[in-house]
């Protein structure tokens, strides 16, 4: 970086001097001494001693007189480090001033959670929007699984989490965690024994209350069951989280879910819990982004913000943060 240094009230000397070379003067001029220079910048004294000549022959000005106890500014040099505390201090404000406005999310964006992930992350994501990212407009949409992916493909949202692999070419997509299920029972109704596993077998003569066939969370008890032989015995198909909460709890049904989604119940002991199979059943959150928005100012910004507060809170929930370049789950 080019600096200039006045002399006299309408002269200028031009010079290829950079901050480095200024910021070193200073350290010099203003401790008095190149060693203690040298201690502070972690520089070797002959070097910075090179420097100093060079920067003297640079300016044709001798900027130190030695003494017997180190060094002190010539005029010259007084001059000089009157001007690089105000060119170093620009410089610094300059620099936090680019990287406020580089953290500075602008633009607009639309997230799509399901009922159960909404429950754990719209509030977490807006409080970090709103204390972090004023200048991003964030919306949340919250519906299942297949209407989220209906409502991306057609650009109606920027941004959701997904249970599945999406369809078609017009969705970038990421597994970031993975999520484990359990099998919920309230009431006085203690199905199976404490601290066990359940395996998918011994749900078929269970009544349960699952969301319909369109939710991503039913498609995937589905296949696990189909998969295994078993057939569930539905007594009802709810796409309302809380109804499907509130039976389960009188001990009317058995229900699916993941326990992130009723820690507050779980906690008050209104609800109990088993995982399902060994290793547990898991399924996948996955971060899509709509392809025709990817570029849009605030879209890919507020999905690394919605990946960053899925992973940061990973262990609170029980969930397993995914490797990078995990597959799709087909």
Known sequence: MSAWLAHGSNASYSSDMDLRQLLHFKHIAESGSISAASATL????????????????????KLFFRTGRGVMPTPAGQALLTEARFL?????????????LGTRLTGEATIGLSPTIGRLLTIPLARRVQSDYPGLKLR??????????????AGRIDAAI??????????????????PLS?????????????ESVPMSRLSDQPLILPTPQHGLRKMIDDHAAAQGVTLDLMFEFDSLDATIALVRE???????????????????????????????VRPLIIAT?????????????????????????????????????PLPG
């Open 140 to 153: 949340i949409a919250e519906a299942f699984s297949g209407t989220l992916l209906e409502w991306l493909q």
């Open 183 to 195: 099998v919920l029972a309230g009431g006085e109704n203690m199905p199976f024994p404490a601290g």
């Open 290 to 326: 709509a392809t025709q928005r990817a570029d849009a100012i605030g879209v890919q910004e507020a999905a690394v913000l919605l990946k960053g507060i899925i992973q940061s809170n990973a262990q609170a929930r029980g969930w397993q943060v995914a490797r990078p370049g995990t």
């Open 251 to 281: 001990g009317s049904a058995l229900t699916i879910l993941p326990e992130s989604a009723v820690r507050a119940e779980l906690a008050a002991g209104t609800l109990r819990a088993w995982r399902i199979g060994t290793p547990p059943l």
């Open 88 to 100: 170093l201090g620009e410089a610094d404000r300059i620099n936090k001033q680019i990287r406020r």
């Open 42 to 61: 972690h520089i070797a004294q002959p070097a910075l001693s090179r420097q100093m000549r060079a920067l003297e022959d640079e300016l044709g000005a």
């Open 162 to 179: 997904l249970y599945h692999r999406p369809t078609g070419g017009s969705v970038q997509s990421e597994i970031v965690a993975h999520e």
